[in-house]
Structures are given as structure tokens and as C-alpha cells.
């Protein structure tokens, strides 16, 4: 009889720890994508480029990219030859501002990182005299922003080494930024840490068009080459769960948007990203 109760009783204690453990993705809040002021996100769900904001900035597809499993749901592979998505201009994107707080986010899995030929561009907006831009190129992972009128902002491009067939997250962030350049405005983020923090300022409005997976219409790299039209400097491989903000996010936001990159907390992040989604 008291072995009975005693197995009764780990019976009870087994089921609440797992009732518990149950639990921990539904209070995974600590990224509120309402709070973050968003412009677009794209997460590729649907095969499409819609915008899962509210916003209604929907891409159109260039080349066909392939709708794919990726590191949330589904991912685009893009085939580095012809395939990209334009996006219409927007607001709280290009053509606003200025813009004093920033972030643009993207998860990427590269399928030959040393590629020298051409810059493998993952998002882009802006041209040649405003804009942002992250790629990939000669084993880094670079993003870049510049605004070389008004205050004359050169631009800063921070890189980190990366390697091919493998996923990361990537995070461009301008913060508290003002109309001069100074220091720690522009940074990098990598898989959810804070890589590098170098000179910025407030990007005004920037007309050229936005693009995923290649440049849509004008882009500046770090040495100054390529980016130069429309429909250039491709990328091969997979990009999932784009999203741009007007906040810039702080450390805890870029957790919770990189617990994918830890197999162990997939639930985890998909909550998060179904917030993202359910604000439509």
C-alpha cells in the first residue's frame, strides 16, 4: 500500500513538472513587437513576401524564390543569379523621417560565404547618398548605413566572420541619433550580442527602392564597389524573419529574437515571432 502511495506520488509530482515545463514558451514575452514600433516584418511563412506588420509593405518576388523550411517556419532560398523581393516605399522605411532609431533585423544561412565576385545582399533600402544594407562577402557579414547629405554621415560598415551553410542573425541598429555624426550611433548585433558600435547619425529620407536578396535599386558597400542599378549583387542561400522597426531594440529584444538559433528553444521562438504575426 505505501508502495503504491509513493508511486502515486511521483505520479503527481512528474505530471506537474511537466504541466510547468509546458508553460515556459507562453510566458517567453520579453520581446513585445508592439512596443517596437514596426515598419514591416516579413516572415516568409506563406511562400510570400506579405507583410505581417499591418502595414501592408508586400513584396513582390523577382526571380523565383523558393519557399523552404527555415530557422522559423519557412524560409526563401534565393539561387545568387536572378531571384530577389522588391518592396514598395514606405514611411516609416525610405521616404519619412528623419530617422533617430532604427533596427533592421534578418536570420541568413549562406551557401558559400567566400564568394569575391559580388556582394551577397540580404536587405537593403536607400541608394547611394542615404541608406542601410547588410550582406555578405569574402567570409564577413557586414552591415552598413551611411547619409552622406545634410550632416555628411560617410558611413560605417562593421563586419564579423562567418561561415557558409549555417545560420545567423544579424542586427543593424541606429540609436538616440541626431543630425551631426558621433560616436556609438551605428551598431551591429550577431546572433543576438552586441558585436560593434561606431560613428552615426539620423538617416533622412531616402527614395531608392528596398530589396531582399539583392539589390532592388542602389546600395554602398564597404569598399565602395558594386551596388551600383537595379537587380545587382545577389545572394545564394536562405534568408528568414526580415523585420524593420522605428525603436531601437536593446539586448533582451535581440535574445528573444535569436532563441532559434538553440534547437532546444524552437517553441520558444515561435511564440515570439506568432506575437509578430497576430499583429496584422
Not at 6 to 12: A, C, E, K, P
Not at 136 to 165: C, L, M, Q, T
Amino acid at each position: 500500500m505505501l508502495g503504491v502511495s509513493i508511486r502515486y506520488l511521483r505520479y503527481l509530482v512528474l505530471t506537474w513538472l511537466l504541466v510547468a515545463l509546458s508553460q515556459i514558451p507562453l510566458s517567453f514575452a520579453g520581446f513585445d513587437p508592439a512596443n517596437a514600433k514596426p515598419a514591416a516584418v516579413w516572415t516568409f511563412d506563406g511562400g510570400n513576401a506579405k507583410d505581417s506588420s499591418g502595414k501592408n509593405i508586400n513584396g513582390n518576388f523577382v526571380g523565383k524564390p523558393k519557399a523552404v523550411g527555415g530557422i522559423v517556419k519557412k524560409a526563401l532560398k534565393f539561387n545568387g543569379a536572378k531571384d530577389g523581393i522588391r518592396f514598395p516605399d514606405s514611411a516609416d522605411i525610405n521616404t519619412g523621417g528623419p530617422y533617430t532609431n532604427r533596427t533592421v533585423v534578418a536570420f541568413f544561412n549562406c551557401d558559400d560565404v567566400d564568394v569575391k565576385d559580388h556582394k551577397q545582399t540580404i536587405f537593403e533600402e536607400g541608394g547611394k547618398t542615404r541608406g542601410l544594407v547588410i550582406y555578405v562577402y569574402d567570409g564577413k557579414a557586414y552591415v552598413g548605413g551611411w547619409n552622406r547629405a545634410e550632416y555628411n554621415w560617410p558611413g560605417a560598415w562593421p563586419s564579423v566572420k562567418v561561415e557558409s551553410k549555417k545560420w545567423y542573425h544579424l542586427g543593424l541598429v541606429i540609436r538616440d541619433a541626431k543630425d551631426k555624426v558621433e560616436k556609438g550611433k551605428f551598431e551591429m548585433w550577431v546572433n543576438g550580442s552586441l558585436v560593434a558600435k561606431e560613428k552615426g547619425g539620423q538617416l533622412h529620407a531616402h527614395g531608392d527602392d528596398i530589396g531582399v536578396g539583392y539589390v532592388n535599386q542602389n546600395a554602398v558597400f564597404h569598399d565602395e564597389k558594386g551596388g551600383a542599378g537595379s537587380d545587382v549583387d545577389h545572394f545564394a542561400g536562405l534568408i528568414d524573419e526580415v523585420g524593420v522597426y522605428g525603436k531601437a531594440l536593446v539586448a533582451a529584444d535581440f535574445q528573444d529574437l535569436t532563441t532559434a538559433l538553440s534547437v532546444d528553444h524552437n517553441d520558444k521562438v515561435a511564440v515570439t515571432w506568432g506575437k509578430i504575426k497576430s499583429l496584422k
